[in-house]
């Protein structure tokens, strides 16, 4: 049975285009792997551990063998192919029905994963719109913290940043009669750090990317390693301030059985990671050197991780059906 053109063209670029996935994911493994050893660690501070991840869960989305070869990297002297790898790729080529099928159940996934990222941010912007609806403008309260905008409403659910490009805290109404000024203004510091460093977009281009690599285990650790180093790292801000101690009693009143709904349950999961740091009062000089070390190493790891993958994913390389 002889194949058309078009069939033949598709074979041609299915196997190099699984292999340069392969050798993008297997390297991008590697240094989540490598993250996850160097933030665990202890004795570094959460705010690099929290960028480590960031850097982690780009490099997951970036392909960088493609990048590279696009800006003219044709061909690599010193470049090899890993063997092996390209089998799968060659594979599929060979077999289009169980290619197609292997699409499907990918395209299925992702499919799943977008709609539920889709309902979650609708329910947030919806949960936001009640909160600041006009009907509420007499039971709300606006005010600026550090230069950012902070919204005290009737309809809150707990203290919270909202918002991609232009984020504001959101407050309970009421939550200054609950706590006294250092604790407010620990619970402010730590929201703060959050818009500040537009927390929420970071966590959008993962989700998204999440959408697409929803197989890859690692691609989930690193959501929840991001997760948790994110609120500790903005913890670390409330030590650096000098009020660690207030944010624990704030965070004890927030959680009171009486008002749960004034702490969301994400936050409480972090509780016993966050008490433990936060029974500091002063910030840690000698973690200046750990932070040091850490940054060296993963940058050392990421940098032969880039290499690696260059290397082994140049537009010389043919593979053969």
Not at 93 to 110: E, F
Not at 155 to 169: M, T
Request: proline share 4%; with cysteine.
């Amino acid at each position: 049975m002889y194949e058309t053109a078009e069939e033949m063209e598709v074979r041609e670029h299915i196997a190099p285009f699984v292999y340069y996935l392969e050798v993008h994911l297997l390297y991008a493994s590697i240094l989540c792997v490598a993250a996850w050893a160097l933030t665990s660690i202890r004795g570094s501070s959460a705010t690099w551990k929290y960028w480590i991840w960031v850097a982690t869960s780009v490099n997951f989305i970036v392909p960088l063998g493609g990048l590279f070869n696009g800006f003219g990297a044709s061909r690599v002297s010193w470049a090899t192919q890993l063997g092996g790898l390209d089998d799968v790729g060659i594979g599929i080529s060979r077999n289009l029905i169980g290619g197609a099928v292997l699409l499907g159940v990918w395209l299925c996934g992702a499919a799943f994963m977008f709609a539920r990222l889709l309902v979650r941010l609708h329910r947030d912007r919806r949960e936001e719109g009640t909160a600041g609806g006009r009907n509420m403008t007499p039971l709300r309260r606006r005010f600026l913290a550090h230069g950012v905008p902070v919204t005290l409403s009737a309809a809150g659910q707990g203290p919270s940043v909202d918002g991609i490009l232009r984020p504001h805290i959101s407050l309970p109404l009421g939550i200054d009669r609950l706590l006294n000024d250092r604790e407010l203004d620990a619970v402010l510091i730590h929201e703060v750090t959050h818009a500040r460093r537009r927390d929420n977009l970071i966590s959008l281009i993962h989700e998204v990317a999440l959408c697409g690599l929803w197989f890859h285990p690692l691609v989930w650790l690193a959501g929840a390693r991001l997760a948790m180093f994110r609120e500790l790292s903005c913890d670390d801000s409330v030590i650096e301030s000098s009020r660690g101690a207030d944010l624990v009693t704030a965070l004890a009143k927030l959680a009171d059985p009486v008002e749960p709904r004034l702490l969301r349950a994400g936050a409480a999961t972090l509780f016993r990671h966050r008490l433990a740091r936060l029974k500091t009062s002063q910030p840690h000089r000698r973690r200046d050197a750990a932070d040091l070390v850490l940054i060296m190493i993963y940058g050392a790891v990421l940098l032969a991780c880039v290499i690696g993958t260059i290397a082994h994913t140049p537009s010389c390389f043919k593979v053969v059906i």
